[in-house]
């Protein structure tokens, strides 16, 4: 008598038709990935029971082999930059998105030759399975290790002059035309700007912000000094200012850590804040409620940033394809304008 004829396994695919979803859906709750709909798991359970379907355990251990962690890679050396309250919040709203999954937050530093090598190594031997990238700068290197290195990945910001495919930003310059409007609005019409840094996005499109409302207006942009978003940097970039223009009755910082240093150096110099120069930041930092007086500044919402950044990159490693997103800005009026 012939022996019967093995029955054949159902497959994948056939899961996938029987439930009517994607193959990549009934992959991603066999293996448990996180965000995943209800209705879809429990279509799939259902054909996975009527099918009889067993997964191939070498193949799912395969196609599931990660380490559980992710990385936040800023384009800074300085240690002290996990202390800033931007930079925080940032982790917060990240922690807060995977606190719910297994996975595991690692920072690092990447700006130096040798913090560079060490992340191009890290995503070479696939250490995380994905990556979220702030503080870039210009051509940065790090957007090519990480496209080169073919990880999941999430820009916290966009860089200058590239469209990444997958962002969380915040509207840098509908803030800023916020900002300037705001000025305008007072009545003031000597209004200068502090940026930051004109290497980054964000500092760009913040000062692009304050010339289109002031030509809007019917104003021509009346001076601009580049900071280093740091108190120290509006500083500096304050006294220069008010040597060029020391007829000016506004400004508008690029940061409120910046608004400060300028705050204080108009003081120092005499200039009463709001009587004299008007001063409106950009942040909506715990700072901004400290200075003498408290500042004027635009709200960005920094907590969902990293949030907003942890979920869109959950959802790559689970294989989804989410939508980029830019955050709304708005103006907090306090004392300084």
Not at 307 to 315: I, N, S
Request: aromatic share 4%; proline share 5%.
């Amino acid at each position: 008598m012939a022996a019967a004829t093995p029955r054949r396994q159902p497959t994948l695919d056939e899961v996938a038709a029987r439930a009517g979803v994607s193959r990549s859906a009934a992959s991603r709750v066999i293996n448990q990935a996180p965000y995943v709909s209800r209705a879809t798991r429990e279509a799939v359970e259902k054909a996975i029971k009527e099918l009889g379907y067993r997964p191939n355990r070498t193949a799912r251990a395969l196609a599931t082999r990660q380490t559980g962690i992710i990385a936040l890679a800023l384009s800074h050396d300085d240690p002290a930059l996990f202390a800033d309250p931007f930079f925080a919040q940032v982790i917060v709203g990240v922690s807060a998105a995977i606190e719910d999954t297994d996975l595991h937050l690692l920072l690092c530093l990447a700006s130096s030759g040798r913090g560079r090598a060490r992340l191009t190594h890290l995503l070479q031997a696939r250490g995380v399975d994905g990556v979220m990238l702030m503080a870039l700068h210009g051509d940065d290197p790090l957007t090519g290790i990480v496209d080169r290195a073919g990880v999941p990945a999430v820009h916290g910001g966009r860089p200058l002059h590239v469209e990444p495919q997958w962002y969380v930003d915040s509207d840098n310059l509908g803030g800023a035309r916020l900002a300037t409007d705001h000025l305008l609005g007072l009545g003031r019409t000597r209004i200068v700007a502090i940026t930051g840094q004109m290497t980054t996005q964000v500092g760009e499109a913040r000062h692009r912000g304050y010339r289109e409302a002031m030509i809007m207006a019917g104003r021509v942009p009346y001076g601009t000094a580049e900071g280093d978003f740091t108190e120290a940097g509006g500083a500096a970039a304050m006294k220069a200012l008010l040597d060029r223009h020391p007829d000016l009755d506004a400004v508008f910082a690029a940061s409120d850590k910046m608004a400060a240093g300028a705050v204080r150096v108009l003081s120092d110099a005499g200039r009463r804040v709001p009587d004299d120069v008007a001063v409106v930041g950009f942040d909506d930092l715990d700072i901004a409620t400290r200075t003498d007086p408290p500042l004027t500044t635009v709200h960005q919402p920094v907590q969902a940033l990293g949030r907003e950044m942890g979920r869109m990159l959950v959802a790559l490693i689970a294989g989804d394809r989410p939508t980029s997103v830019i955050l709304p800005t708005r103006l907090v009026r306090r004392g300084s304008a």
